[in-house]
């Protein structure tokens, strides 16, 4: 790697920690000297140690400790994590998000926590692994089932950005038809977090070309899920911007202090940043990279 390289690395690395310190506080252990981060919750905890070359080339190097889940269930959750890397992108908030929501479906449920201790109490050194996998939950099987289903559908999400106590990300994918849309909307509510955001702004727009390969049309609309404006403002930047064949969907977990006019910036600029880093900016959104990076759970800001 080059200089500049370097230098882009250090300074996209130093941005997520910012961002992370930010929306986590000390729930987020972060040693810039050594290039680590711990966060996670009470009973998983995360240890990610970042190369040189993250986020442009190379996966942070995870390591999972919890006192109650299985060597099977951990080195689950870390092929998991690993499969939300795209190059180029960070995923550090994403990973801390999806522990903390892996946390809530392991360990709320007394009942579940102490089978398991039980179980692992009774099979001792000589345990047979098929009764610890037989012991993963189906709720974390869903889970992955839902980062397939958004990677099927070539969903991408932003890094969140916080604004006075308020957090927003931006989750974008290209489409070409109405059913699409609909399916990138239900796989992204199907996420808990993103579901319980304040709003979940969305706008699509796409290009159906005409007979014989004239100008066609453009079927668009949006929904400002309780945020009025909001919607039609992120058509307008679609429109302004002439992105095609796209739905872009700008998540607000709001943090108890109002934004007035600026909470519009706020969500524009996130979704406008996103439609560039995936190459879904300019027409023709389709044709952008389009690889998941995960559409991972975000808490209220």
């Known amino acids: 790697m080059g200089d500049d390289a370097i230098e882009v690395d250090a300074a996209a690395r130093e941005e997520e920690l910012l961002a992370l310190e930010a929306i986590f506080g000390e729930s987020v252990n972060v040693s810039r000297e ?11 905890v995360l240890r990610a140690s970042l190369p040189y070359d993250y986020p442009s080339l190379s996966c ?8 109650h ?19 180029g992108e960070v995923v550090l908030y994403n990973w801390v998000e999806w522990l903390r929501e892996q946390h809530d479906m392991l360990w709320a449920v007394p009942s579940v926590r102490q089978q398991a201790q039980k ?21 974390a099987v869903r889970e992955a089932e839902v980062m397939e289903l958004l990677g099927a559908l070539r969903v991408t999400s932003g890094v969140p950005y916080v604004e006075k106590k308020s957090t927003f990300q931006a989750h974008v994918a290209p489409v070409s038809s109405f059913e699409q849309v609909t399916a990138v909307m239900d796989a992204l509510l199907s996420v808990s ?10 706008a699509y727009r796409i290009h ?6 004239g100008a066609g049309t453009f079927l668009q609309d949006y929904d400002d899920d309780g945020e009025a404006a909001a919607g039609g403002r992120l058509l ?31 969500i524009n600029n996130t979704a406008r940043e996103l439609l560039e880093t995936t190459g879904l900016l300019g027409g023709g959104g ?11 759970d975000t808490g209220r800001g």
């Not at 050594?34 to 996670?40: A, C, H, Q, Y």
């Not at 952008?288 to 991972?296: E, I, N, P, Q, T």
């Open 34 to 44: 050594e290039s680590l981060v711990e966060g996670g919750s009470q009973e998983v």
């Open 60 to 67: 942070p190097v995870a390591v999972l400790y919890g006192n």
């Open 69 to 87: 889940l299985s060597d099977d269930v951990l080195s689950w959750a870390v092929k998991q994590m690993e499969a939300m890397f795209t190059p």
């Open 119 to 139: 179980q692992q109490g009774q099979e001792g050194e000589g345990g047979g692994g098929t009764s610890r996998r037989a012991a993963q939950p189906q709720e």
């Open 193 to 202: 977090k993103i579901r319980a955001a304040t709003h979940n702004i969305m």
């Open 208 to 213: 159906t070309v005409g007979p014989g390969g």
């Open 236 to 266: 307008h930047l679609l429109q302004a911007a002439d992105v095609r064949n796209v739905v872009v969907v700008v998540s607000r977990w709001f943090g108890g202090v109002l934004l007035g006019p600026a909470r519009f910036t706020a």
């Open 286 to 296: 389709g044709g952008g990279k389009g690889g998941c990076k995960g559409a991972r």
